[in-house]
């Protein structure tokens, strides 16, 4: 079955812009996660969804991010105000449930590149 | 909090080979699960391996295996019969099982496979 989407792949965005990231999880997944990825380094956690509420929102660095998943299934992480730090691989991923040795399926991500 | 070090920024071995990347971790639960991840230049991260912490035996994956020392806090991915295709970034994570269902990775360890 289709996997982990993630629209667009890349973005290219100036200093100040607002952009919005979305995630398509596979189908059927209650559990939702974003992690930003910065050159160099492995992937940090930033917010998790179980089903259309934030469980857990204690990786978001400040008040400019945001994020939704109001049907439980499509999210959305919207950056406000972007800043020349913000760029990195913003990776999304589902699981089936939350916790447990249950895999997390990652999707491809996207490149978010502030100028 | 828990950390998740990878100490090898770069590894490479011969195709055919065995290797093996290393990974520590610091926590204070006593119950957890330990995985690793590859991330292809695509930047697709896919399981490798998982670990659940209570369980003594080490986990296997066709040709990967790990080496897992709880007292020691050490959780060393095993790669035999190394293939062109196994060449990545190979991330170390840590879950705990609380309600927290994050994902702690550390900094990776790049691979190369040679001829």
């Known amino acids: 079955g289709a996997g982990v989407s993630q629209t667009p792949s890349n973005k290219v965005t100036e200093k100040g812009k607002y952009v919005e990231l979305r995630c398509d999880p596979i189908?059927?997944?209650?559990?939702l996660y974003w992690y930003r990825q910065s050159l160099g380094q492995g992937p940090e956690f930033l917010i998790y969804?179980?089903?259309?509420?934030?469980?857990?929102d204690s990786g978001l660095p400040n008040d400019r991010f945001f994020a939704v998943r109001p049907e439980g299934s499509v999210s959305t992480l919207k950056i406000q105000r972007t800043e020349r730090g913000d760029s990195a691989v913003y990776l999304c991923?589902?699981?089936?449930?939350?916790?447990?040795?249950?895999?997390?399926?990652f999707g491809p991500g996207t490149r978010l590149t502030v100028l | 909090a828990q950390t998740v070090t990878q100490s090898q920024p770069e590894m490479s071995v011969q195709e055919a080979e065995t290797v093996t990347l290393s990974c520590t971790y610091d926590?204070?639960?006593?119950?957890?699960?330990l995985f690793w991840y590859k991330q292809p230049p695509s930047r697709q991260m896919i399981l490798v391996i998982r670990q659940e912490a209570y369980k003594q035996q080490n986990a296997t994956e066709n040709r990967f295996s790990v080496n897992f020392q709880k007292a020691a806090k050490s959780f060393s991915l095993k790669i035999s019969d190394s293939q062109l295709g196994d060449a990545a970034m190979y991330f170390c994570?840590?879950?705990?099982?609380?309600?927290?269902?994050?994902?702690?990775f550390g900094t990776g360890t790049r691979l190369q496979v040679t001829l």
């Open positions: 991923a589902s699981s089936p449930r939350t916790g447990g040795i249950n895999e997390q399926f």
């Open positions: 969804f179980q089903g259309t509420g934030a469980a857990d």
């Open positions: 994570a840590y879950r705990g099982t609380g309600t927290a269902s994050k994902l702690t």
């Open positions: 189908s059927g997944h209650t559990a």
């Open positions: 926590t204070s639960e006593s119950d957890y699960y």
